[in-house]
């Protein structure tokens, strides 16, 4: 079982920058993969960034995001975190933090990962 809980959310400008984090529970938190997903008023939840177990030398992101966030994680904290610089309000979403437990298989795909934070709300004013 693993329980995840985001934090770092809040209101920001356009262009301004935000990092989330999201602090995990769990004895085999560095054998998962590890994504953020967002979702928008009236929108389906879509994929923002994933990051893969142990050290994490594998990244992907969203096209719409890429060269604009980053994401990393800190196994000894047991923490991810997600970076966000040059926000556009179009990023405005509740953001959450997920936990895949794919035995060792990169996915980004959200009905892959099996537990999921409360989300926190990323609000960017133009």
């Known amino acids: 079982q693993v329980q995840l809980v985001e934090s770092g959310g809040g209101l920001v400008q356009a262009g301004g920058s935000l990092r989330l984090s999201c602090a995990a529970s769990?004895?085999?938190?560095?054998?998962?993969?590890m994504g953020w997903f967002r979702q928008a008023p009236g929108k389906e939840r879509e994929f923002v960034a994933a990051?893969?177990?142990?050290?994490?030398?594998?990244?992907d992101y969203s096209d719409s995001v890429k060269g604009r966030f980053t994401i990393s994680r800190d196994n000894a904290k047991n923490t991810i975190y997600l970076q966000m610089n040059s926000l556009k309000p179009e990023d405005t979403a509740v953001y959450y933090c997920?936990?895949?437990?794919?035995?060792?298989?990169?996915?980004?795909?959200?009905?892959?990962?099996?537990?999921w934070g409360q989300g926190t709300q990323v609000t960017v004013s133009s």
């Open positions: 997920a936990a895949a437990n794919t035995r060792f298989r990169f996915t980004v795909t959200s009905h892959e990962y099996n537990y």
């Open positions: 769990g004895r085999t938190f560095s054998n998962y993969v």
């Open positions: 990051i893969s177990w142990s050290g994490g030398t594998r990244t």
